[in-house]
């Protein structure tokens, strides 16, 4: 699907590693150089054409994430560096000043370093309660193991819509529906799920959500920090300089803008950003649904190959995602990536920055193939043959 738009896989490139970062297609690269060859500039500082076209096409982009994930405004949109950024942004912008000693945050053990150091910071700072939500035997979340793990010292919930390890896509609308009945709110890591699949954070009702541009073949850089209207406007900014500020003097007096500039100081990633909008729109024109669909067909057949090698190890076969995670038997999953590479099969092999999930999986590193649109079953094929090679262990020695 749409492979002759990336012209790394014309070089005989295997690309599974989508989970980590995405190939980029030709038009991002036109896009950002359209904007440094013609109109470099900066982004709501000039009165003069070039900044006004900058600043044009970088809130255009805005608009397109609206749509994107069907927020209500505009202003509901902030950019950030990344995922993380975004998250701490909420995490010490907003929780840190509503939560109170005792309060108890719900994570999962499978969650990414980016959803739980945050926590972990400020459960330190304000006395908090860390708990997670019991996994599945198939290491995924259920609602009902959601329901038993939330007690009236409750205030938050936040974890990934589709885990970066076991793929497993979280319930999140019935999650945020009960949440929301017992007062508690919803913090959504939407890394793995936006660049997959349709994201509605209205028909969802999450409170905040966030993901990368760099994981949906955009640039790196570019993050997204969705909220409600309603709890945006008590966030605090984290970061202080230009462009966030309304007014300030010399006695430190100072009054800051309203969202989205409040959360987005300093001069942003314009090129970035523009470039990311027409990401968006290339996305869109292939349709989520598509993608999706087209995911899970990849999968099915991924997995349905890798039962016929008896030495593969496969930890997620049931989730509904693009993620595989596997190890071979007698292989460590680091040795069995340098040698997929020499076949110019790109994996990643380690913890994929989900240390914890160790303690529920009881394996401390493995080798994941992660899938996207561009991916097709020839290449599946290619990599079945390099882990059916009957001299694979001594090829790895």
Not at 30 to 54: C, M, P, T, V, W
Not at 231 to 245: S, T, V, W
Not at 294 to 316: A, P
Request: aromatic fraction near 10%; charged fraction near 25%; charge should be negative.
């Amino acid at each position: 699907m749409n492979r002759d738009d990336f012209n790394i896989l014309k070089s005989g490139i295997i690309y599974f590693d989508n989970g980590a970062t995405t190939l980029k297609p030709k038009i991002l690269g036109e896009a950002i150089s359209d904007y440094y060859d013609n109109y470099s500039s900066n982004a709501h500082r000039g009165d003069y054409a070039l900044s006004i076209k900058a600043s044009g096409k970088y809130e255009e982009t805005r608009y397109l994430v609206k749509d994107l994930i069907n927020a209500k405004k505009v202003s509901e949109i902030a950019f950030t560096s990344g995922a993380t950024d975004s998250i701490n942004k909420i995490v010490f912008g907003y929780f840190a000043n509503i939560l109170n000693e005792g309060d108890e945050v719900l994570l999962t053990m499978s969650e990414h370093a980016s959803n739980l150091l945050p926590w972990f910071e400020l459960k330190d700072r304000l006395k908090l309660k860390i708990k997670y939500i019991e996994l599945d035997e198939n290491h995924e979340v259920l609602l009902e193991n959601v329901k038993k793990a939330i007690t009236d010292k409750t205030r938050v919930i936040s974890l990934a819509h589709i885990s970066n390890v076991v793929g497993d896509v979280r319930p999140i609308k019935d999650i945020c529906k009960l949440a929301h009945e017992k007062g508690i709110l919803v913090l959504v890591d939407g890394a793995q799920s936006v660049p997959h699949l349709k994201v509605d954070v209205q028909d969802l009702d999450v409170d905040f959500l966030v993901f990368s541009a760099h994981k949906m073949c955009g640039p790196t850089g570019v993050g997204i920090l969705y909220g409600k209207e309603n709890l945006l406007n008590d966030i605090k900014p984290i970061i202080f300089g230009g462009g966030m500020n309304a007014d300030f003097n010399m006695d430190g007096t100072r009054i800051y803008k309203t969202m989205p500039d409040r959360l987005e100081a300093g001069t942003p990633n314009v090129a970035g950003v523009i470039g990311f909008g027409y990401i968006i729109k290339y996305l869109m024109n292939i349709g989520f649904d598509n993608i999706h669909k087209y995911e899970l067909e990849l999968k099915n057949y991924l997995v349905s190959r890798l039962k016929e090698i008896k030495e593969v190890t496969i930890y997620n076969s049931h989730s509904q995602s693009g993620i595989v995670t596997i190890n071979y038997n007698g292989i460590f999953p680091q040795d069995l990536s340098i040698y997929l590479d020499k076949y110019n099969i790109c994996t990643r092999a380690g913890n994929h920055c989900a240390k914890i999930l160790k303690e529920e999986i009881h394996i401390k590193n493995t080798c994941r193939i992660s899938l996207y649109f561009y991916n097709n079953k020839e290449e599946i094929d290619k990599l079945i043959l390099a882990l059916k090679n009957p001299n694979i262990k001594e090829e790895i020695i």
